[in-house]
T-cell receptor, first 113, second 113 residues
Framework: SAVISQKPSRDICQRGTSLTIQCQVD?????MFWYRQQPGQSLTLIAT?????????ESGFVIDKFPISRPNLTFSTLTVSNMSPEDSSIYLC??????????FGSGTQLSVL | GESVGLHLPTLSVQEGDNSIINCAYS??????FIWYKQESGKGPQFIID?????DKRQGQRVTVLLNKTVKHLSLQIAATQPGDSAVYFC????????????FGKGITLSVRP
């Protein structure tokens, strides 16, 4: 399985600011995904990060709020823009093998004041 | 106003006993299923998977059972240990084109010493 490094591991941010989360994988992967996990809840897919093209967003998530970059096959960033307390969540990067199985980074715990 | 988050159901088990964690999945077309374990402060970790052409699969101390008739998945953990305390998620996917892994609500397993 791939080793996924995500940073920062946690942050406390002020309302109205933006935070960029980085995800680095130790091998080239085709499929990278960003998930959100709100407190005490399950995982919700934000978007699929496509290398060389725009990310594909799920219903309820938009590029202006969650811009994503995927400059190569080992790296991606997710930005949480113009944050509000409702954005307080764990944000998780994951990579897929094509079979459906996903592997996850350790996540970024975001608190917005 | 105050927001109220969902609280995951909890299963409390005596150390050394067997645990059974149940999951009802939603899509009758799903053909691949995964159990994940998430410890506090970490990302979900793959435990075991099963394809829809099987009804049982065993790993080390874990067994997954699939009942497609009633869309039910279970994870059995033998001789439960304190290190098994975590949140467990089932996930399903139809491995056709453009399908996404969908996560269940999650169950907290608490192991009593």
């Amino acid at each position: 399985s791939a080793v996924i490094s995500q940073k920062p591991s946690r942050d406390i941010c002020q309302r109205g600011t933006s935070l960029t989360i980085q995800c680095q994988v130790d091998s080239q992967v085709t499929m990278m995904f960003w998930y959100r996990q709100q407190p005490g809840q399950s995982l919700t897919l934000i978007a699929t990060a496509n290398q060389g093209s725009e990310a594909t967003y799920e219903s309820g998530f938009v590029i202006d709020k969650f811009p994503i970059s995927r400059p190569n096959l080992t790296f991606s960033t997710l930005t949480v823009s113009n944050m509000s307390p409702e954005d307080s969540s764990i944000y998780l990067c994951s990579v897929g093998q094509g079979s459906g199985k996903l592997f996850f980074g350790s996540g970024t715990q975001l608190s917005v004041l | 106003g105050e927001s109220v988050g969902l609280h995951l159901p909890t299963l409390s088990v005596q150390e050394g006993d067997n645990s059974i964690i149940n999951c009802a999945y939603s899509n009758s077309a799903s053909d691949y299923f995964i159990w994940y374990k998430q410890e506090s402060g970490k990302g979900p970790q793959f435990i075991i998977d099963i394809r829809s052409n099987m009804d049982k699969r065993q790993g080390q101390r874990v067994t997954v059972l699939l009942n497609k008739t009633v869309k039910h998945l279970s994870l059995q953990i033998a001789a439960t240990q304190p290190g098994d305390s975590a949140v467990y998620f089932c996930a399903e996917i139809y491995t056709g084109a453009n399908s996404k892994l969908t996560f269940g609500k999650g169950i907290t397993l608490s192991v009593r010493p």
